[in-house]
């Protein structure tokens, strides 16, 4: 029998941009805040993780696509359910619905990690994942890395900074999105458009005092961008496709 767990919430100004319109970073977050929930719910969240096994988990890539943009006051309902734990990463998948309808799907990809030396670990370890997943609910989509396209541009240096981290001590995975939307100036997107897709990779951890060098380049109907630290090695990177809204 399938598992799943639902968590709703009304999106507020703190999540809306400028346009009223939830910013990518406030969906991710409560994306992961469900995770989160229904990770407790099933006996596999932090607490249990850390006192059990001497880990945590980790999110390696995330994905999401919406029908239209979600606003400011819309009601959120976020249902999601895990794949099973015997792959190397663990998919959570996600169905997204404003004010009752079905607006959107998401996918994301976890590994658990040692507290200590942030070594992957197996999943199977974990007894608890046992039987706790989506079963005829998966989705089938998988989050392969991404491909930069040619002639990437340097947009913008960034320094990261102690607002940008969270409970992990490292920078929090929502803060990629915007420091992503910063680099492209999201705010000047044409009224016409929002941004319908997102896939972002986390590749290594940053924190506080790094510098990230922000470039960017041309992708179909969209933009990527990466970040990268002074060696050359990639931190995160991201692809953005863009859309009519209402069509």
């Known amino acids: 029998m399938s598992q799943f767990y639902e968590h709703t919430i009304r999106l507020t100004g703190m999540d809306a941009d400028g346009r009223g319109i939830c910013k990518p970073s406030a969906l991710l977050d409560h994306l992961q805040i469900a995770a989160g929930f229904a990770a ?61 309808q079905l607006v959107g799907e998401s996918v994301s990809g976890w590994v658990l990690a040692n507290l200590e030396s942030r070594k992957i670990m197996r999943l199977a370890d974990i007894q608890e994942l046992a039987g706790t997943g989506g079963e005829e609910l998966c989705k089938t989509r998988t989050l392969n890395k991404l491909r930069a396209p040619k002639d990437l541009k340097l947009l913008e240096r960034r320094k990261m900074h102690y607002s940008d981290t969270d409970v992990n001590g490292h920078v929090n995975n929502t803060r990629y999105a915007d420091f992503a939307c910063d680099a492209v100036e999201l705010d000047k997107l044409p009224p016409e458009q929002f941004l319908a897709e997102m896939q972002i990779g986390y590749l290594a951890e940053c924190r506080p005092g790094e510098v990230l060098d922000l470039e960017a380049g041309s992708i179909d109907s969209g933009c990527y961008v990466h970040g990268l630290d002074r060696n050359g090695k990639a931190r995160f990177e991201t692809a953005m496709i863009f859309r009519q809204v209402g069509s």
């Open 40 to 100: 407790e719910e099933g006996g596999f969240g932090r607490e249990t993780l850390v006192e059990k096994y001497g880990a945590f988990w980790m999110l390696a890539r995330s994905w999401f696509r919406l029908e239209r943009p979600l606003r400011w006051e819309d009601r959120l309902t976020i249902r999601t359910w895990h794949r099973g734990g015997k792959a190397a990463m663990m998919y959570r998948d996600y169905d997204i619905y404003a004010n009752g």
